[in-house]
C-alpha cells in the first residue's frame, strides 16, 4: 500500500485526486476578450430589436463592441500585454457598448 502511494505521488497522481478542485482553470485572455464582445453584441442586439424597435444597420450600430476586440487581436503580437490588460480591454468594450445604447436611445 506504501509503495503504491509513493508511486502514484511520483507521477503526479496523489495531489490531482485529493483536490480536484483547488485550481480553478483559468481563460487566456483571448477568450475572456472574445466572451465579453460577443455578450455586448448580443445585448445590443436584444436592446434594439426587443426593447427599443429599431432595425438599425449591424455593422453600424451593433457590431461597434467588435472593433475594439479586433483592434486587440491585431494590436496582439506589437505590443506588451500587462496583467490586467485583458480587464481594461473589456471594460472598454462594456462601455462603448452602453455608449452606443445610449446614443440611440431616445
Do not use: K
Not at 476586440?69 to 506588451?80: C, D, E, G, H, S
Amino acid at each position: 500500500m506504501t509503495s503504491e502511494r509513493h508511486s502514484a505521488r511520483r507521477l503526479g497522481y496523489a495531489r490531482s485526486a485529493r483536490h480536484p478542485l483547488q485550481r480553478p482553470v483559468a481563460l487566456p485572455d483571448e477568450i475572456v476578450v472574445a466572451l465579453v464582445t460577443v455578450a455586448c453584441v448580443l445585448g445590443l442586439n436584444a436592446a434594439f430589436t426587443s426593447l427599443m424597435h429599431l432595425t438599425l444597420p449591424f455593422l453600424i450600430s451593433t457590431a461597434i463592441p467588435a472593433y475594439p476586440f479586433v483592434a486587440y487581436l491585431l494590436t496582439r503580437p506589437i505590443t506588451r500585454r500587462g496583467e490586467q490588460d485583458a480587464l481594461v480591454w473589456s471594460m472598454m468594450i462594456v462601455i462603448l457598448s452602453f455608449l452606443t445604447l445610449f446614443y440611440y436611445a431616445d
